[in-house]
T-cell receptor, first 114, second 117 residues
Framework: AQSVTQLDSHVSVSEGTPVLLRCNYS??????LFWYVQHPNKGLQLLLK??????LVKGINGFEAEFKKSETSFHLTKPSAHMSDAAEYFC????????????FGAGTTVTVRA | GAVVSQHPSRVICKSGTSVKIECRSL??????MFWYRQFPKQSLMLMAT?????????EQGVEKDKFLINHASLTLSTLTVTSAHPEDSSFYIC?????????????FGPGTRLTVL
């Protein structure tokens, strides 16, 4: 089964500085990978997804992620953090090519300092 | 993107009562929907897969008689928590699988906060 590991449970950055959220995956085939964001007491919003069309994926709100097969990584970055980026971020993998189930990482809490 | 709604957003009930949560895909049809449970400061745990016109598929450890799922139409799935107890208090989130133009994505509802007294 496919799975993801988020390497940081909490990331704190200053407003205007870069954000890096790390995610490693394990997969026996070319995976579908996603990053979702969850603001407090809200549902999940899709930031971006990787589906093997391009290794560098651009998402909403200035986020992007790079798929690196050799490192089995799918790290999320943003050049300049904004206060509104404070939220919980989940790296997610589709569990198999035969169904639509998703497996979630443990999540990374991002705080942004003024 | 596609929109998924949930109703109610919050519900408080007494122990022993049943609570129904609705999940709707507003601008697309979804043959497959999912129900998740999220405890405070934790990740989402998949409870079950809801299939339109057939029985739901439950994940290991999820009581199907306690968490009744009905997917009666292509835009509506319901989760009924039967004989709720305080330990059932949680944030319940649904999602719907959206497919168009060779791509597919799972869109999530805003969640329902259930508190059982």
């Amino acid at each position: 089964a496919q799975s993801v590991t988020q390497l940081d449970s909490h990331v704190s950055v200053s407003e205007g500085t870069p954000v890096l959220l790390r995610c490693n995956y394990s997969s026996s085939y070319s995976p579908s990978l996603f990053w979702y964001v969850q603001h407090p007491n809200k549902g999940l919003q899709l930031l971006l997804k990787y589906t093997s069309e391009a290794n560098l994926v651009k998402g909403i709100n200035g986020f992007e992620a790079e798929f690196k097969k050799s490192e089995t990584s799918f790290h999320l970055t943003k050049p300049s953090a904004h206060m509104s980026d404070a939220a919980e971020y989940f790296c997610v993998v589709r569990t198999s090519s035969n169904d639509y189930k998703l497996s979630f990482g443990a999540g990374t809490t991002v705080t942004v300092r003024a | 993107g596609a929109v998924v709604s949930q109703h109610p957003s919050r519900v408080i009930c007494k122990s022993g009562t049943s609570v129904k949560i609705e999940c709707r895909s507003l601008d697309f049809q979804a043959t497959t929907m999912f129900w998740y449970r999220q405890f405070p400061k934790q990740s989402l745990m998949l409870m079950a897969t809801s299939n339109e016109g057939s029985k739901a598929t439950y994940e290991q450890g999820v009581e199907k008689d306690k968490f009744l799922i009905n997917h009666a139409s292509l835009t509506l799935s319901t989760l009924t928590v039967t004989s709720a107890h305080p330990e059932d208090s949680s944030f319940y989130i649904c999602s719907a699988w959206y497919q168009r133009g060779g791509t597919d994505t799972q869109y999530f509802g805003p969640g329902t906060r259930l508190t059982v007294l």
